[in-house]
């Protein structure tokens, strides 16, 4: 059966960093596209980071360029979410996806995690 786990999450000041990591686990190419979605109260579910099979090509949400960044380690099968200058209104329940291709363009996610909340108070 195939599994994707958050960890990281948790309360953050304004201005501080947090790293969201997700392990993947069962029969599926660990090559594949990877995302970080979010979910904020009252909105709908945002991609705010994918990183392609290679982990070559890599693309935010405007709200996060800049402050974000998306990593990938194949050999271990987990994606990571370095999150930087954090603000209020990054808080959410974070996500990771899973796209069954190497490419990112028009990625299909079908996988995903349970969430972890990510808190920034005001």
């Known amino acids: 059966q195939f599994q994707l786990r958050e960890a990281g999450g948790g309360l953050v000041q304004a201005g501080g960093s947090l790293t969201l990591s997700c392990a993947a686990s069962g029969r599926l190419s660990s090559t594949y596209v990877k995302g970080w979605f979010r979910r904020a109260p009252g909105k709908e579910r945002e991609l705010v980071a994918s990183?392609?099979?290679?982990?070559?090509?890599?693309n935010y949400a405007d709200s996060v360029k800049g402050r974000f960044t998306v990593s990938r380690d194949n050999s271990k099968n987990t994606v990571d979410l370095q999150m930087n200058s954090l603000k209020t209104e990054d808080t959410a329940v974070y996500y990771c996806?899973?796209?069954?291709?190497?490419?990112?363009?028009?990625?299909?996610?079908?996988?995903w995690g349970q969430g972890t909340q990510v808190t920034v108070p005001s």
């Open positions: 990183i392609s099979g290679s982990g070559a090509i890599t």
């Open positions: 996806g899973l796209a069954p291709q190497a490419t990112l363009k028009g990625a299909r996610y079908a996988f």
